[in-house]
């Protein structure tokens, strides 16, 4: 089973990226927040307990979020491996996450981390629009819609975020990146990381990715 785990800032890439490797690897997208409301949803004893602390505004438990990853991993669509985004996020999680993998008798394979400088970021986000529908990413330099505001995918209106705004920006980096440069020396220090620079064009990217997941040939 190949665990990826898609790291980045904020503007780094992960919305681009995640879709595209997931369709080339034919694995399916993993993300905190999705799976939790799926199993609240659906009532399932993890559901019903990560509710108890979702409905207090509480944070879930790493170890109730890693649960809740593992059995997702059982599914038949990811047999064949997944791709883990916006977990972890904190070095803890990253070990809290490993101890399980362990325990089922699985790892994280690769952790890729795309990087960009900071001032990059600011400016990507500031160009950055986001589908009203269903929360498709764009770029209005980088990756433009075919039509200016529509989504190419479902046609509603693309919009721009309010925390997309410099300041902001700056003070989210402020708080999420020494955290995440925390998990990104974890997997270092483990010979997982893949770093790519994420300034160069999304296939180029996709492609530093995939390449570190299934080498070629030496």
Wanted: aromatic share 4%.
């Amino acid at each position: 089973m190949t665990v990826l785990v898609l790291l980045g800032a904020p503007g780094a890439g992960k919305g681009t990226q995640a879709p595209a490797l997931a369709a080339r690897l034919g694995v399916p997208i993993l993300a905190s927040g999705d799976l939790l409301r799926t199993a609240v949803a659906e009532g399932t004893e993890l559901g019903r307990e990560a509710n108890r602390y979702m409905s207090r505004g509480q944070l879930v438990p790493d170890e109730t979020i890693v649960r809740v990853f593992l059995k997702r991993l059982d599914a038949p669509d990811a047999l064949g491996g997944a791709i883990l985004d916006g977990f972890p996020r904190t070095r803890i999680q990253a070990e809290a996450l490993d101890r399980a993998l362990a325990a089922a008798g699985r790892r994280v394979a690769l952790a890729g981390y795309i990087d960009v400088p900071l001032e990059d970021l600011v400016t990507r986000m500031a160009n950055r629009r986001i589908c009203s529908a269903n929360g498709h990413v764009y770029n209005l330099v980088s990756n433009p819609p075919a039509i200016v505001g529509i989504c190419d995918l479902d046609g509603s209106k693309l919009e721009q975020r309010v925390d997309d705004e410099g300041a902001t920006v700056r003070a989210r980096m402020v708080e999420q990146v020494p955290p995440l440069l925390e998990v990104v020396d974890y997997y270092r220090s483990l010979g997982v990381l893949k770093t790519v620079d994420g300034r160069e064009d999304i296939e180029s990217v996709a492609g530093a990715l995939v390449s570190a997941i299934q080498p070629g040939p030496a």
